[in-house]
């Protein structure tokens, strides 16, 4: 492991190296002479990048909530993870300690239906839905004026991006990439109060 992990820094830290290779690999010859690592078969896992996978999609999930609700990183979070997948219980608990630690969650509790709880953010990983329960954590009301006046705004934009986009005029008479510009900005311009309008159904 340290012989190929010296042979791929090689590049970036050739000094550094060379030095550690003289020592560990005495008449071999030059690190940068020596055969670049391979790939063995055997070595890869395809459950483990799957397992690695899931773990890192809830940890990026409920960064996301967080960032998304403005949670600051010094304030834990409540979460529920449900999966009703024995091999998914098993993973989660087993690594526990980890999810919490990397997604700034205090309590981790896992359940097989979603629970009956109010005020909640949610993400889906795969098949496991995240719940992070959002009560005491920001202002529920001052929190909802805010997205209702952004969705109005954001619709207000909406129709003047359609209305641009029904207008023959401009479809026929404006550069191409302008007119694909403005449809692109049209699609996430929908996606984008559709998030909205989801997040504040979320809040009840």
């Given at each position: 492991l340290l012989k190929n992990s010296l042979k791929m820094m090689h590049p970036f830290i050739p000094f550094v190296t060379e030095e550690i290779w003289q020592i560990i690999a005495p008449g071999k010859g030059p690190l940068c002479l020596q055969a670049w690592p391979g790939s063995v078969d055997a070595l890869i896992s395809e459950d483990a990048h799957k397992d690695m996978n899931l773990l890192t999609g809830i940890v990026t999930a409920i960064r996301n909530i967080r960032a998304q609700w403005n949670i600051k990183r010094t304030q834990k979070v409540a979460c529920h993870l449900v999966t009703s997948d024995a091999r998914e219980i098993a993973l989660i608990d087993s690594n526990r300690d980890m999810l919490k630690r990397l997604a700034g969650i205090e309590t981790l509790?896992?359940?097989?239906?979603?629970?009956?709880?109010?005020?909640?953010?949610?993400?889906?990983?795969?098949?496991?839905?995240?719940?992070?329960?959002?009560?005491?954590?920001?202002?529920?009301?001052?929190?909802?004026?805010?997205?209702?006046?952004?969705?109005?705004?954001?619709?207000?934009?909406?129709?003047?991006?359609?209305?641009?986009?029904?207008?023959?005029?401009?479809?026929?008479?404006?550069?191409?990439?302008?007119?694909?510009?403005?449809?692109?900005?049209?699609?996430?311009?929908?996606?984008?109060?559709?998030?909205?309008?989801?997040?504040?159904s979320e809040l009840g």
């Open positions: 509790s896992i359940e097989k239906e979603i629970p009956q709880t109010k005020n909640v953010a949610t993400a889906i990983v795969e098949k496991i839905k995240c719940i992070v329960p959002l009560g005491e954590l920001i202002d529920m009301e001052a929190e909802k004026q805010r997205l209702i006046q952004q969705i109005g705004a954001d619709n207000k934009a909406l129709a003047s991006l359609q209305k641009r986009l029904s207008n023959d005029a401009f479809i026929t008479k404006a550069p191409a990439d302008v007119v694909s510009k403005e449809k692109e900005r049209l699609q996430a311009a929908k996606l984008k109060i559709q998030n909205l309008e989801k997040i504040l």
